[in-house]
């Protein structure tokens, strides 16, 4: 299968070539945290991505027209030959590069050799689920908020403050914290905070400190917007989050899921069309066998009949018949309700949230 080939076939399947790539280079992690969906944890070596296989994919994918790489585990920085990887991905061109980490690993040749990359299109993603050791540790374990703190000061220290996006995991116990994240960030001089709603598989299911907010919480968050004006100029220099961009209605969507354009590669070469959409029946595996271009054109009639699901989900979920956001809404996310309701044809978990917000007062014009 030529590189072409398998980019014909994809198109023939009505998907769109992929974008970014988000590969889990490792499923080891420092920590085992409560919420974490992939279950990473302290692994033996074997749980790394021998080099070699990772590059193989990378640089396919980069020959593929691939624009963006988002590195990820586990946590990276424990795969040994992390920086290789991130060196020998800087020369393939890419737009950008993502570094996806809990921050607690960084050394100094690590530091040194970011810096180096001299790469603009690079962003270091640092997970901080609170703005206190109190929250973050909850769910991540005693002393990870140091550890990230650390690791957030040095990466200032070495000139990459603008390089670094905060993420945060909502959750119940920790939605509070944002403005404060917010109000930190500024003054560490970070470029962009981001947060993502808990996805509710893997070891957040079950008994777990990690629960997802309710929507009482996030209308608190939207009443903050609209009356804390030092929270609403922060928000808007440097924060991102889907609740609150629910009501602009600047992620108004037109389209269901964009398959392929943003793939997931687990470490053990299980390829999935999206980072949210987990089913076993529309994956394809042995991926650092068969190589990347070779797993896109096996996929592809599979991923073709994932996006006729997606796109049909608002006839058939029930809830959604007569539901005003309907059109913006488009029935919310095909892979956050397969993880959290195990069907692909229900509303996601996120459903009645998004209720709430639009009863609150949603500006999204459609
Ligand atoms: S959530 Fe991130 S830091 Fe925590 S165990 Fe999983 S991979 Fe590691
Ligand atoms: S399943 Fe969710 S994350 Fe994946 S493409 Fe569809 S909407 Fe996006
Ligand atoms: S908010 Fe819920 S009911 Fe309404 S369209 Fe979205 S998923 Fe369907």
Redesign the pocket.
């Known amino acids: 299968m030529t590189r072409c080939e398998s980019l014909e076939t994809v198109r023939q399947w009505g998907l769109k070539p992929p974008k970014t790539l988000t590969i889990a280079i490792t499923a080891a992690c420092n920590l085992a945290c409560q919420h974490c969906w992939v279950e990473a944890g302290l692994l033996p070596v074997s749980a790394h991505v021998p080099t070699r296989s990772l590059m193989r994919i990378i640089k396919e994918f980069a020959a593929l027209g691939g624009e963006g790489l988002r590195i990820t585990g586990g946590e990276p920085l424990c795969h040994p030959h992390v920086l290789n990887i991130l060196q020998s991905s800087r020369a393939l061109g890419f737009k950008a590069i993502i570094l996806q980490t809990n921050a607690m690993l960084l050394k100094d040749e690590h530091l040194t050799a970011l810096h180096e990359l001299e790469f603009p299109g690079l962003s270091i993603q640092v997970s901080l689920d609170g703005a206190t050791a109190d929250t973050h540790d909850l769910v991540r374990g005693k002393g990870a908020f140091d550890g990230a703190l650390s690791g957030l000061v040095k990466l200032v220290q070495y000139g990459l403050a603008g390089r670094i996006t905060l993420f945060l995991t909502e959750m119940r116990h920790n939605l509070e914290d944002i403005p404060a994240l917010l109000e930190f960030a500024e003054r560490m001089g970070i470029s962009s905070f981001n947060s993502g709603a808990l996805v509710q598989c893997g070891r957040a299911v079950g008994d777990t400190a990690a629960v997802p907010p309710d929507s009482a919480q996030y209308l608190k968050l939207l009443e903050r917007y609209d009356t804390d004006p030092r929270f609403r100029e922060l928000y808007r220099k440097i924060g991102r989050i889907a609740a609150l961009e629910w009501r602009t209605g600047e992620t108004v969507r037109h389209e ?4 392929v354009e ?1 793939p997931y590669l687990t470490p053990s070469g299980v390829l999935y ?5 987990h089913t076993g029946d529309f994956s394809v595996s042995g991926v650092f066998d068969k190589g990347f271009a070779a797993a896109l054109a096996e996929g592809a009639p599979a991923w073709s009949s994932l996006l006729q699901i ?1 796109r049909s989900r608002t006839d058939t979920i029930n809830e959604c018949h007569d539901c005003p956001l309907k059109p913006c809404c488009g029935g919310g ?4 309700a397969w993880g959290s309701r195990g069907d692909l044809v229900a509303a996601d978990d996120r459903c009645e949230v998004r209720q709430a917000i639009y009863r609150y007062g949603c500006n999204c014009r459609y």
Request: net charge positive; glycine share 6%; with cysteine.
């Open positions: 269901h899921c964009t398959f943003n069309p999206c980072l949210l959409c997606s996310c095909m892979g956050r």
